[in-house]
């Protein structure tokens, strides 16, 4: 069964901290990983990763995906009250031939402290 | 452009009631999905379409019905309302490419009584 896992599940900082989250997944026929940030209302784009090693970033996020090890990472540095939010880590997959469907893990739960 | 758009944003239902959760998309993507959250859990697929006349079963698809008339429109549509089925409800669209992006809707927030 395909599932994505996400870690921690909520995390507590203070302002200016760096945080890392974590995203490990086991699917059949992986076609990218995306990383979406989730405040009050709909998830809201941040990243999509392809290909292992290569780091994307915008402003003070990033993330890398490593397909041996079935896993990416989030990065946030100098973390601002802004960036309380749930990060929700997705899985595309291949489905026939055509584009298939996001699997989603639970998120997790960023709460920065002024 | 407006997006993905979902009506209406809130809504109580009695238990045996029905309904149906609007959504509409004016970017032309060919695929459309409809997702459940429940609290503290991720997004879990209900139905999907890849295109107009075109739908498919998700994880979670008893008690939903769905249709795609028009590459649009994707109604979701509860029969019998159960209490089980309070969520927050997010259409979203995708353009069906190599690009496994998703675009979501505002959301709609259900409670079964």
């Known amino acids: 069964e395909d599932k994505v896992v996400q870690s921690p599940l909520s995390l507590v900082v203070h302002e200016g901290d760096t945080v890392t989250l974590n995203c490990s997944y086991e699917?059949?026929?992986?076609?990218?990983l995306l990383w979406y940030k989730q405040e009050k209302k709909a998830p809201t784009f941040l990243f999509m990763l392809?290909?292992?090693?290569i780091e994307k970033k915008s402003g003070r996020l990033s993330s890398i995906l490593d397909k041996k090890e079935l896993f990416s990472i989030l990065n946030i540095t100098a973390t601002q009250t802004g960036d309380s939010a749930i990060y929700l880590c997705a899985v595309g997959t291949n489905y026939g031939g055509s584009q298939g469907n996001l699997i989603f893990g639970k998120g997790t739960k960023l709460s920065v402290k002024p | 452009n407006a997006g993905v758009t979902q009506t209406p944003k809130f809504r109580i239902l009695k238990i045996g009631q029905s309904m149906t959760l609007q959504c509409a998309q004016d970017?032309?993507?060919?695929?459309m999905y409809w997702y459940r959250q429940d609290p503290g859990m991720g997004l879990k697929l209900i139905y999907y379409?890849?295109?107009?006349?075109?739908?498919d079963k998700g994880e979670v698809p008893n008690g939903y019905n769905v249709s795609r008339s028009t590459t649009e429109d994707f109604p979701l549509r509860l029969e019998l309302a159960a209490p089980s089925q309070t969520s927050v409800y997010f259409c979203?669209?995708?353009?069906?490419?190599?690009?496994?992006?998703?675009?979501f809707g505002p959301g709609t927030r259900l409670t079964v009584l």
């Open positions: 379409s890849v295109g107009a006349g075109i739908t």
């Open positions: 979203a669209s995708s353009p069906g490419t190599v690009n496994n992006e998703q675009f």
């Open positions: 392809t290909s292992s090693g």
């Open positions: 970017m032309n993507h060919n695929y």
């Open positions: 699917v059949t026929n992986f076609r990218s």
